[in-house]
């Protein structure tokens, strides 16, 4: 069974940064994508960052390009969300997530998700 566990989040003011972690256990070989999704209140679940383990191919939504930085480390089952310069309207919960049966690194960007963890809060302050 799959287990995701995000931590890291925390109360920055703009122009801070943040690390973000995922624990994932019970992870198979065909979970070649993980994500970091976020939501804000009153809006949208949104894609921010993906990553194709296969050859680390990166996926970054527009709005945090040049800002955040996504990694996974194989070895011990964890990804990161690096978040620099973060902006007001960064501010979510972020959640970590991953896709199986993926076998070509666009999968990670357009593509469902479908084991997701519990979120993590961000809140920049002005």
């Known amino acids: 069974q799959v287990q995701l566990t995000e931590s890291g989040g925390g109360s920055v003011q703009a122009g801070g940064s943040l690390r973000l972690s995922c624990s994932a256990s019970?992870?198979?070989?065909?979970?070649?994508?993980m994500g970091w999704f976020r939501q804000a209140p009153g809006k949208e679940r949104e894609r921010v960052a993906a990553i194709y383990s296969l050859d680390f191919s990166t996926f970054y939504a527009d709005s945090v390009k040049g800002r955040f930085t996504i990694s996974r480390d194989l070895s011990n089952s964890m990804m990161y969300l690096q978040l620099n310069s973060l902006k007001p309207e960064d501010a979510a919960v972020y959640y970590c997530a991953a896709r199986s049966g993926s076998w070509r690194s666009s999968d990670c960007w357009d593509s469902d998700y479908n084991e997701w963890g519990q979120g993590t809060q961000v809140t920049v302050s002005s």
């Open positions: 019970g992870l198979s070989y065909s979970h070649n994508c």
